[in-house]
């Protein structure tokens, strides 16, 4: 589907219930790293061939995710559960207004601990109450305490990637219902703690939209899966076709890789045909070379559904859906224990402050100008706008900054991007990393300014001495020195016009250092 074609489309998707939605905010992180594997079957850790699942991310980053032993990687139906309890998060955020530069800023603060009953969270997630249902809660709940993430995650607070905070598992305690809570009385329903990362960064709205009925709405492990990493591929590819290399989407996925593309096609496409059905995607492909080989990449493109999300998300930036401000909502059923009123988390990833976008569409089509882009598509300006947007406005980089970290990409294409950049919409994932280089440059800039200085000083204090030791002597050999040292200097290129006393005296105390016959 070609560019042109996206924007008629577009254009066309205006029935605000044309999808039946029901967004829930996302901590990004989690979507886009390969924490839950495609599958619903879960083998024990003596039947994988491999104790950890790494993860090459396309800015280079490299992610482990590390199971026990007792549970297993968690998979779709951890997936399942873990949209449910963003419900959760999102129905118990309360909201702190912060004045930012002047400008008044809602930000979403979750509860420590959180408190969910086992059939709220298997009522959200769409499944049958049952026995099993109550185990597989339990187990959830365990397996979220005891899967941890090695490698550097993005830290929204310190809007940098930390390679610390991954190790803080997503519950770092928990305590079952029924179980004695810390005051010896015994829970009334479930509770978690979430890791403090998880915290700050769903405080500072590093979060992504994620339809949590269209969720529901796909059986395949694979489909429910590659629904966000498709969302954040088309949306850095400026709502592009999105391409990934089939090997690299099996190891995010957690499933086997095949060398046939009959075989990649007999287990990928149920899924994409899912998903081409219910038209989140608009078409997909198996891309051949110049021989007619296959290249071992897979080619997605956006469908309707997902032009509606990115529509709905302009809507209710302009205003025309509800308001972004807290509401509140009915109060939750806990299994007869009561609850009080919560707060319903708007749309986080919307989340904007009034100001002009086209004042930053120069520095993006400057960028696309430089890494061989010239004649960008009016919807990836529009995108790359938003993004630097984004920046800007809620995350209060300057644009100093970001036109800084636009010039640290180009000139680490051939280096760090394997000489191509699609999308500005990779920024985001690498400007704390080039203004921590920066940092670093300036610092050593002004370690040398300093040298320099100290240098200078000393240079200074001994033509200092060197001038009071000429001072000692008579007027006929001063008279003579000052003769020599301007014949040198006029000798040396200098301009008779341009040698002024200090530069003189300088040359006159050299010459005397230096034993010069006066």
Known sequence: MGRREIAKRVGRIQQPLLWETEYVAAEQNLE?????????????????????????????????????????FPNAEDLDYYRAFLKICDEQAEFVAIHENGRLIYHPRLPSPIGFSTRELIAKAGKVKNGRGHTAVRTW????????????????????????????????????????????????????????WFLDNYYHLYARRIDLKFHHS????????????????WYAAGGGPYTKRYEDLCTVLGIKAYKQVSKARYQLDPSNEELLTSEFVGRYDYPVGEN????GNVRWWPGPKWLYDQEAKQRQRRGEEPALLPTTAPEPQHDGVGGSSQMVLPLLIEQRVAGDPSAYAPCVVNFYDRVGQKRPSREKVQMGVSVVQNLIEEQHYTLGEIEYSLDWIVRNVST?????????????????????????????????????REQD??????????VAKLAELPSETLDHLRAEAIKNLLGRGFQRQFLLENLVRSEMARMFDRGVEV
Do not use: C
């Open 32 to 72: 886009t790293i390969g924490f839950f594997s495609a599958r619903y079957t879960r083998p024990s850790l003596r039947e994988e061939k491999n104790l950890s699942k790494i993860v090459a991310l396309s800015d280079g980053r490299h992610i482990e995710i590390v199971p026990a032993a007792k549970y297993g």
């Open 416 to 452: 760090r991007f394997n000489g191509r950049v699609q999308s500005l919409g990779i920024l985001p994932h690498v400007i704390g990393e080039a203004l921590q280089e920066k940092t670093h440059s300036e610092r050593k800039r002004e370690r040398r300014r300093e040298q320099e």
């Open 457 to 466: 000083q000393e240079h200074e204090a001994e033509v200092q001495k060197q």
């Open 141 to 196: 709940i365990e397996r979220m305490n005891s899967t941890t993430i090695h490698g550097a995650l993005f830290n929204a607070k310190l809007r940098k990637y930390d390679v610390r905070i991954g190790l803080e598992p997503l519950f770092r305690q928990y305590v079952h219902v029924g179980r004695p809570m810390s005051d010896g009385e015994p829970a009334a329903q479930n509770y978690v703690w979430l890791a403090s």
């Open 218 to 233: 796909l059986s395949h492990a694979i489909s429910k899966t590659l629904y966000p990493l498709l969302d954040t591929g």
């Open 292 to 295: 007619g080989e296959w290249t």
